[in-house]
Protein backbone atom coordinates (compact mmCIF):
# COMPACT_ATOMS: atom_id res chain seq x y z
CA UNK A 1 0.00 0.00 0.00
CA UNK A 2 1.34 3.62 -1.33
CA UNK A 3 0.60 6.85 -0.35
CA UNK A 4 1.41 10.40 -1.31
CA UNK A 5 1.45 13.25 0.29
CA UNK A 6 1.81 16.78 -1.46
CA UNK A 7 1.93 19.71 -0.13
CA UNK A 8 2.78 22.88 -2.90
CA UNK A 9 2.51 25.92 -0.66
CA UNK A 10 2.51 25.41 3.07
CA UNK A 11 -0.07 27.52 4.90
CA UNK A 12 0.07 29.95 7.95
CA UNK A 13 3.84 30.05 7.89
CA UNK A 14 6.27 33.01 6.82
CA UNK A 15 7.16 32.87 3.87
CA UNK A 16 6.68 29.90 1.00
CA UNK A 17 7.77 26.23 1.17
CA UNK A 18 6.44 22.78 0.05
CA UNK A 19 6.25 19.03 1.53
CA UNK A 20 6.78 15.70 -0.54
CA UNK A 21 6.09 12.70 1.63
CA UNK A 22 6.10 9.34 -0.06
CA UNK A 23 5.01 6.21 1.72
CA UNK A 24 5.15 2.52 1.13
CA UNK A 25 4.22 -0.21 3.54
CA UNK A 26 3.78 2.36 6.35
CA UNK A 27 7.17 3.58 5.62
CA UNK A 28 8.77 6.40 3.94
CA UNK A 29 10.35 6.37 0.86
CA UNK A 30 10.75 9.40 0.41
CA UNK A 31 10.30 12.89 2.69
CA UNK A 32 11.37 16.64 0.97
CA UNK A 33 10.86 19.38 3.64
CA UNK A 34 11.31 22.04 0.32
CA UNK A 35 12.38 25.56 1.11
CA UNK A 36 12.16 26.98 -2.35
CA UNK A 37 12.17 30.62 -1.84
CA UNK A 38 14.41 32.75 -4.39
CA UNK A 39 17.91 32.84 -2.63
CA UNK A 40 18.37 36.03 -0.64
CA UNK A 41 21.62 37.88 -1.04
CA UNK A 42 22.31 39.55 2.08
CA UNK A 43 25.80 37.86 3.18
CA UNK A 44 26.92 38.77 -0.50
CA UNK A 45 26.27 42.62 -0.60
CA UNK A 46 26.55 43.10 3.01
CA UNK A 47 30.18 42.71 1.42
CA UNK A 48 32.13 46.10 0.72
CA UNK A 49 29.44 47.77 2.66
CA UNK A 50 30.29 49.70 6.26
CA UNK A 51 30.31 47.88 9.94
CA UNK A 52 27.81 50.56 10.69
CA UNK A 53 25.45 49.70 8.00
CA UNK A 54 25.24 46.15 8.93
CA UNK A 55 22.14 46.27 11.27
CA UNK A 56 20.01 48.25 8.97
CA UNK A 57 20.89 46.01 6.26
CA UNK A 58 20.38 42.92 7.96
CA UNK A 59 16.82 43.88 9.72
CA UNK A 60 15.25 43.83 6.02
CA UNK A 61 15.79 39.79 6.32
CA UNK A 62 12.71 39.44 7.75
CA UNK A 63 10.01 42.03 8.62
CA UNK A 64 8.57 39.50 11.89
CA UNK A 65 12.19 39.49 13.89
CA UNK A 66 13.87 42.36 12.66
CA UNK A 67 15.58 43.45 15.83
CA UNK A 68 16.63 39.96 16.08
CA UNK A 69 19.08 40.91 12.90
CA UNK A 70 20.17 44.19 13.85
CA UNK A 71 21.11 42.80 17.82
CA UNK A 72 23.13 39.43 16.88
CA UNK A 73 24.89 41.42 13.79
CA UNK A 74 25.31 44.63 16.20
CA UNK A 75 26.86 42.35 18.86
CA UNK A 76 29.13 40.65 16.70
CA UNK A 77 31.09 44.10 15.34
CA UNK A 78 30.80 45.34 18.92
CA UNK A 79 32.85 42.45 20.34
CA UNK A 80 35.36 43.01 16.98
CA UNK A 81 36.11 45.69 17.36
CA UNK A 82 36.20 46.38 21.15
CA UNK A 83 33.28 48.59 22.35
CA UNK A 84 31.80 47.43 25.61
CA UNK A 85 28.31 48.91 25.91
CA UNK A 86 27.03 50.35 29.09
CA UNK A 87 23.96 48.67 30.99
CA UNK A 88 21.39 50.72 30.79
CA UNK A 89 22.31 50.84 27.20
CA UNK A 90 21.81 47.13 26.98
CA UNK A 91 18.64 46.85 29.10
CA UNK A 92 17.03 49.03 26.69
CA UNK A 93 18.00 46.74 24.15
CA UNK A 94 16.38 43.86 25.70
CA UNK A 95 13.08 45.81 26.09
CA UNK A 96 12.91 46.39 22.98
CA UNK A 97 13.22 42.54 21.97
CA UNK A 98 10.95 41.80 24.73
CA UNK A 99 8.55 43.87 22.30
CA UNK A 100 9.51 41.54 19.04
CA UNK A 101 9.14 38.45 21.30
CA UNK A 102 5.65 39.58 22.18
CA UNK A 103 4.34 40.73 18.80
CA UNK A 104 6.05 37.74 17.12
CA UNK A 105 4.92 34.81 19.76
CA UNK A 106 1.28 35.94 19.45
CA UNK A 107 1.13 36.18 15.90
CA UNK A 108 2.43 32.24 15.52
CA UNK A 109 0.24 31.62 18.87
CA UNK A 110 -3.24 32.97 17.78
CA UNK A 111 -3.21 33.76 14.24
CA UNK A 112 -0.88 30.73 12.51
CA UNK A 113 -1.00 27.68 15.19
CA UNK A 114 -4.38 27.95 17.04
CA UNK A 115 -6.68 26.71 14.47
CA UNK A 116 -4.80 23.61 13.93
CA UNK A 117 -5.77 22.80 17.63
CA UNK A 118 -9.35 24.13 17.59
CA UNK A 119 -10.38 23.05 14.12
CA UNK A 120 -10.05 25.70 12.26
CA UNK A 121 -8.83 26.80 8.39
CA UNK A 122 -7.60 30.14 9.31
CA UNK A 123 -7.44 32.37 12.44
CA UNK A 124 -10.91 34.23 10.25
CA UNK A 125 -13.05 31.18 11.03
CA UNK A 126 -11.85 30.74 14.34
CA UNK A 127 -12.63 34.45 15.08
CA UNK A 128 -16.46 33.63 14.61
CA UNK A 129 -16.22 32.01 17.53
CA UNK A 130 -13.84 33.30 19.51
CA UNK A 131 -13.58 36.36 19.07
CA UNK A 132 -12.85 37.39 22.63
CA UNK A 133 -9.45 35.34 22.31
CA UNK A 134 -8.58 36.93 19.00
CA UNK A 135 -9.33 40.08 20.12
CA UNK A 136 -7.36 40.09 23.42
CA UNK A 137 -4.58 38.37 21.58
CA UNK A 138 -4.42 41.14 19.08
CA UNK A 139 -4.75 43.79 21.99
CA UNK A 140 -1.35 41.91 23.19
CA UNK A 141 0.67 41.73 19.50
CA UNK A 142 -0.28 45.91 19.98
CA UNK A 143 1.41 46.00 23.10
CA UNK A 144 4.72 44.20 22.08
CA UNK A 145 4.44 47.17 18.86
CA UNK A 146 4.09 49.59 20.78
CA UNK A 147 7.03 48.92 22.73
CA UNK A 148 9.13 49.05 18.85
CA UNK A 149 7.59 51.81 17.91
CA UNK A 150 8.52 54.07 21.00
CA UNK A 151 12.44 52.59 21.22
CA UNK A 152 13.05 52.00 17.56
CA UNK A 153 10.66 54.80 15.84
CA UNK A 154 8.71 51.60 13.99
CA UNK A 155 7.92 48.46 14.84
CA UNK A 156 8.99 47.37 11.15
CA UNK A 157 12.67 47.70 10.37
CA UNK A 158 13.02 50.09 13.62
CA UNK A 159 15.74 52.56 12.39
CA UNK A 160 16.67 53.56 16.17
CA UNK A 161 19.23 50.69 16.59
CA UNK A 162 23.11 50.77 16.00
CA UNK A 163 26.37 49.33 16.77
CA UNK A 164 26.70 50.69 19.99
CA UNK A 165 23.18 51.35 21.20
CA UNK A 166 20.59 53.28 20.00
CA UNK A 167 20.94 56.51 17.56
CA UNK A 168 18.02 57.89 20.18
CA UNK A 169 17.20 56.83 23.88
CA UNK A 170 13.60 57.56 24.95
CA UNK A 171 12.55 59.76 27.80
CA UNK A 172 10.81 58.50 31.07
CA UNK A 173 7.71 59.70 30.08
CA UNK A 174 7.84 58.19 26.38
CA UNK A 175 7.63 54.83 27.86
CA UNK A 176 4.98 55.24 31.05
CA UNK A 177 2.09 54.68 28.60
CA UNK A 178 2.55 51.39 27.88
CA UNK A 179 1.98 51.11 31.94
CA UNK A 180 -1.62 52.49 31.36
CA UNK A 181 -2.90 49.19 30.06
CA UNK A 182 -0.51 47.05 31.31
CA UNK A 183 -2.46 44.80 33.93
CA UNK A 184 -4.79 44.10 30.94
CA UNK A 185 -1.97 42.85 29.13
CA UNK A 186 -0.49 40.97 31.81
CA UNK A 187 -3.40 39.07 32.47
CA UNK A 188 -4.00 37.95 28.94
CA UNK A 189 -0.57 36.56 28.73
CA UNK A 190 -1.22 34.94 32.06
CA UNK A 191 -4.21 33.38 31.01
CA UNK A 192 -2.79 32.10 27.61
CA UNK A 193 -0.95 29.96 29.82
CA UNK A 194 -4.16 27.85 31.18
CA UNK A 195 -5.64 28.06 27.83
CA UNK A 196 -2.48 26.54 26.03
CA UNK A 197 -2.17 23.69 28.36
CA UNK A 198 -5.49 22.33 28.24
CA UNK A 199 -5.13 21.90 24.38
CA UNK A 200 -5.40 18.67 22.37
CA UNK A 201 -2.00 18.03 21.74
CA UNK A 202 -0.79 15.17 19.27
CA UNK A 203 1.00 12.12 20.31
CA UNK A 204 4.65 12.97 19.35
CA UNK A 205 7.53 11.02 21.52
CA UNK A 206 10.71 12.07 19.64
CA UNK A 207 13.69 12.42 22.12
CA UNK A 208 15.49 15.69 20.42
CA UNK A 209 18.59 17.93 21.56
CA UNK A 210 17.71 21.37 22.26
CA UNK A 211 19.93 24.07 21.55
CA UNK A 212 20.19 27.76 23.27
CA UNK A 213 21.82 30.40 24.86
CA UNK A 214 21.98 30.25 28.78
CA UNK A 215 22.87 33.16 31.41
CA UNK A 216 22.88 32.63 34.68
CA UNK A 217 21.59 35.71 35.91
CA UNK A 218 18.35 36.26 33.62
CA UNK A 219 16.79 34.38 30.91
CA UNK A 220 18.99 33.97 27.87
CA UNK A 221 17.79 36.42 25.19
CA UNK A 222 20.79 39.13 24.07
CA UNK A 223 23.97 37.17 25.40
CA UNK A 224 24.89 34.20 26.81
CA UNK A 225 26.51 30.47 26.50
CA UNK A 226 25.72 27.56 23.77
CA UNK A 227 23.94 24.99 25.97
CA UNK A 228 21.97 21.77 25.15
CA UNK A 229 20.42 19.13 26.17
CA UNK A 230 22.68 16.92 25.02
CA UNK A 231 25.84 18.26 27.05
CA UNK A 232 26.87 21.10 24.96
CA UNK A 233 27.98 23.99 26.57
CA UNK A 234 30.31 27.18 25.18
CA UNK A 235 31.13 30.21 24.21
CA UNK A 236 28.81 31.46 20.98
CA UNK A 237 32.18 32.02 18.92
CA UNK A 238 31.97 28.34 18.84
CA UNK A 239 29.30 27.79 17.14
CA UNK A 240 30.90 27.06 13.81
CA UNK A 241 33.14 24.20 15.17
CA UNK A 242 29.51 22.45 17.10
CA UNK A 243 26.98 22.82 13.89
CA UNK A 244 28.36 21.91 10.67
CA UNK A 245 25.76 23.42 7.35
CA UNK A 246 24.96 21.16 4.28
CA UNK A 247 23.17 21.13 1.66
CA UNK A 248 20.43 19.19 0.38
CA UNK A 249 19.37 19.62 -3.61
CA UNK A 250 15.55 20.41 -2.89
CA UNK A 251 15.80 23.41 -0.88
CA UNK A 252 17.35 26.79 -0.69
CA UNK A 253 18.20 27.04 2.87
CA UNK A 254 21.59 24.87 4.62
CA UNK A 255 20.74 23.15 7.41
CA UNK A 256 22.77 22.62 10.48
CA UNK A 257 23.39 19.40 12.20
CA UNK A 258 25.73 18.87 15.47
CA UNK A 259 28.74 17.61 14.34
CA UNK A 260 27.44 17.01 11.21
CA UNK A 261 25.35 14.39 12.42
CA UNK A 262 22.24 15.31 14.30
CA UNK A 263 19.42 17.44 14.18
CA UNK A 264 18.61 19.30 16.90
CA UNK A 265 15.76 22.13 17.79
CA UNK A 266 16.40 26.04 18.78
CA UNK A 267 13.38 27.89 20.09
CA UNK A 268 10.90 28.99 22.65
CA UNK A 269 10.94 24.98 23.67
CA UNK A 270 14.29 24.42 23.56
CA UNK A 271 15.13 27.49 25.52
CA UNK A 272 12.14 26.69 28.33
CA UNK A 273 13.58 23.42 28.34
CA UNK A 274 17.12 24.47 29.31
CA UNK A 275 15.91 27.82 30.45
CA UNK A 276 12.88 27.61 32.70
CA UNK A 277 14.23 28.35 36.34
CA UNK A 278 15.01 31.69 35.39
CA UNK A 279 11.38 32.75 33.99
CA UNK A 280 9.78 35.16 35.99
CA UNK A 281 8.38 33.76 39.38
CA UNK A 282 4.58 34.37 38.70
CA UNK A 283 5.25 32.71 35.31
CA UNK A 284 6.30 29.54 37.12
CA UNK A 285 3.40 29.49 39.48
CA UNK A 286 1.10 29.83 36.66
CA UNK A 287 2.90 27.20 34.48
CA UNK A 288 2.46 25.27 37.75
CA UNK A 289 -1.09 25.81 38.57
CA UNK A 290 -2.00 24.83 34.91
CA UNK A 291 -0.30 21.33 35.20
CA UNK A 292 2.63 22.09 33.25
CA UNK A 293 5.64 20.25 33.84
CA UNK A 294 9.63 20.92 32.43
CA UNK A 295 10.69 19.30 29.81
CA UNK A 296 8.36 20.14 27.03
CA UNK A 297 9.22 17.07 24.81
CA UNK A 298 6.26 16.59 22.83
CA UNK A 299 7.03 19.02 20.24
CA UNK A 300 3.57 20.05 19.58
CA UNK A 301 3.61 21.65 23.25
CA UNK A 302 6.16 24.57 21.76
CA UNK A 303 2.68 26.85 21.49
CA UNK A 304 3.09 26.44 25.47
CA UNK A 305 6.79 27.30 25.46
CA UNK A 306 5.48 30.47 23.41
CA UNK A 307 2.69 31.71 25.77
CA UNK A 308 5.27 31.54 28.62
CA UNK A 309 7.41 33.54 27.19
CA UNK A 310 5.49 35.93 25.83
CA UNK A 311 4.10 36.34 29.73
CA UNK A 312 7.46 36.66 30.50
CA UNK A 313 8.74 39.37 28.37
CA UNK A 314 5.17 41.09 29.33
CA UNK A 315 6.32 41.08 33.06
CA UNK A 316 9.98 41.82 32.39
CA UNK A 317 8.80 44.72 30.02
CA UNK A 318 6.73 46.20 32.90
CA UNK A 319 9.96 46.15 35.06
CA UNK A 320 12.15 47.85 33.11
CA UNK A 321 9.63 50.41 32.49
CA UNK A 322 8.81 50.96 36.02
CA UNK A 323 12.31 50.79 37.16
CA UNK A 324 13.74 53.10 33.91
CA UNK A 325 16.35 55.92 34.00
CA UNK A 326 17.23 57.72 30.37
CA UNK A 327 21.01 56.73 29.78
CA UNK A 328 23.68 59.33 29.84
CA UNK A 329 24.58 58.50 26.51
CA UNK A 330 22.47 56.36 23.57
CA UNK A 331 25.75 54.88 22.17
CA UNK A 332 29.52 54.03 22.41
CA UNK A 333 31.74 55.20 19.85
CA UNK A 334 34.55 53.26 18.53
CA UNK A 335 37.15 53.30 15.37
CA UNK A 336 37.20 49.85 13.32
CA UNK A 337 39.47 47.83 12.74
CA UNK A 338 40.72 44.46 11.18
CA UNK A 339 39.04 41.91 12.43
CA UNK A 340 36.42 38.87 13.03
CA UNK A 341 33.62 38.83 15.57
CA UNK A 342 30.60 36.59 16.20
CA UNK A 343 27.45 36.76 18.29
CA UNK A 344 24.24 35.14 19.23
CA UNK A 345 20.98 35.89 20.11
CA UNK A 346 17.48 34.58 20.50
CA UNK A 347 15.42 35.61 18.23
CA UNK A 348 11.94 34.96 18.60
CA UNK A 349 12.15 31.07 16.47
CA UNK A 350 15.94 30.14 17.77
CA UNK A 351 19.36 31.27 18.62
CA UNK A 352 20.59 33.64 15.26
CA UNK A 353 24.23 33.33 14.77
CA UNK A 354 25.94 36.14 12.82
CA UNK A 355 30.06 36.39 12.35
CA UNK A 356 31.48 38.84 10.58
CA UNK A 357 35.05 39.92 9.15
CA UNK A 358 36.14 43.74 8.68
CA UNK A 359 39.34 45.24 7.11
CA UNK A 360 40.84 48.16 8.90
CA UNK A 361 38.90 50.63 6.87
CA UNK A 362 35.42 48.91 8.88
CA UNK A 363 34.53 47.69 5.28
CA UNK A 364 32.83 44.08 5.91
CA UNK A 365 35.24 41.51 3.95
CA UNK A 366 32.97 38.24 4.88
CA UNK A 367 29.87 37.52 6.46
CA UNK A 368 28.06 34.70 7.73
CA UNK A 369 24.24 34.18 8.89
CA UNK A 370 22.59 31.25 10.33
CA UNK A 371 18.49 31.74 10.87
CA UNK A 372 16.85 29.28 13.21
CA UNK A 373 14.32 27.72 10.35
CA UNK A 374 17.53 26.90 8.48
CA UNK A 375 18.59 24.70 12.00
CA UNK A 376 15.19 23.66 12.57
CA UNK A 377 14.83 21.91 9.21
CA UNK A 378 15.96 18.59 9.92
CA UNK A 379 14.29 18.16 12.86
CA UNK A 380 11.11 19.28 11.07
CA UNK A 381 12.10 16.41 8.91
CA UNK A 382 12.35 14.27 12.18
CA UNK A 383 8.98 14.65 13.48
CA UNK A 384 7.52 13.78 10.33
CA UNK A 385 9.53 10.20 9.77
CA UNK A 386 8.57 9.49 13.38
CA UNK A 387 5.02 10.16 12.04
CA UNK A 388 5.10 7.77 9.38
CA UNK A 389 3.19 4.30 11.04
CA UNK A 390 0.00 7.04 11.95
CA UNK A 391 0.24 8.75 8.42
CA UNK A 392 0.05 5.48 6.63
CA UNK A 393 -3.17 4.93 8.48
CA UNK A 394 -5.00 8.08 8.24
CA UNK A 395 -7.14 9.65 4.82
CA UNK A 396 -4.65 11.95 2.51
CA UNK A 397 -6.54 14.98 3.90
CA UNK A 398 -5.84 13.98 7.61
CA UNK A 399 -2.61 13.06 7.08
CA UNK A 400 -1.69 16.45 5.31
CA UNK A 401 -3.45 18.46 7.65
CA UNK A 402 -1.14 16.51 10.96
CA UNK A 403 2.35 17.41 8.77
CA UNK A 404 1.45 21.04 8.26
CA UNK A 405 1.10 21.50 12.03
CA UNK A 406 3.88 19.56 12.62
CA UNK A 407 5.80 21.78 10.52
CA UNK A 408 4.16 24.90 12.35
CA UNK A 409 5.51 24.15 15.32
CA UNK A 410 8.68 25.46 14.65
CA UNK A 411 6.72 29.02 13.70
CA UNK A 412 9.11 28.38 10.32
CA UNK A 413 10.20 31.93 9.19
CA UNK A 414 11.24 30.19 4.92
CA UNK A 415 12.28 33.86 3.60
CA UNK A 416 14.66 33.90 6.45
CA UNK A 417 16.18 31.28 5.61
CA UNK A 418 16.72 31.13 2.00
CA UNK A 419 20.59 31.22 1.32
CA UNK A 420 22.29 32.47 -1.68
CA UNK A 421 24.63 29.30 -1.49
CA UNK A 422 27.73 30.15 -3.69
CA UNK A 423 29.37 33.36 -4.14
CA UNK A 424 32.24 33.60 -6.82
CA UNK A 425 34.55 36.50 -6.67
CA UNK A 426 36.10 37.29 -9.37
CA UNK A 427 38.94 40.08 -9.97
CA UNK A 428 41.23 41.58 -12.91
Known amino acids: MSKE??????????GEGALDIKLKDGKVETLQLKIFEPPRFFEAFLVGRSYLEVPDITARICGICPVAYQMSSARAIEKMIGLNVPDDVKVLRRLLYLGEWIESHTLHVYILHAPDFMGYESALEMARDHADLVRAALRLKRWGNRI???????????????VGGFHRCPKK????????????????????????????????????EYVSLHHDKEYAITEGRIRSTGGINAPEDEFDKLFVESQVPYSTALRSLVGGKRPYVVGPQARVNLNHDELAPEVLDKAKESGISFPLENPYMS????????????????????????????????????????????????????????????????????????????????????????????????????????????DPCISCSAHFLKLRVTSE
Open 148 to 162: MEILGGRSVHPVSPR
Open 303 to 410: IVARVLEVAHSVVEAEAIVRGYRTPSAPYVDGRPKAGEGAAITEAPRGALFHRYTIDNGGMVKKARIVSPTAQNQSSMEADLLELAPSLAKMTTEKATLLCEQTIRNY
Open 173 to 208: EELEPLLADVSDVKRTAMDAIGWAAHLNFPDLDRKA
Open 5 to 14: IKVDYLARVE
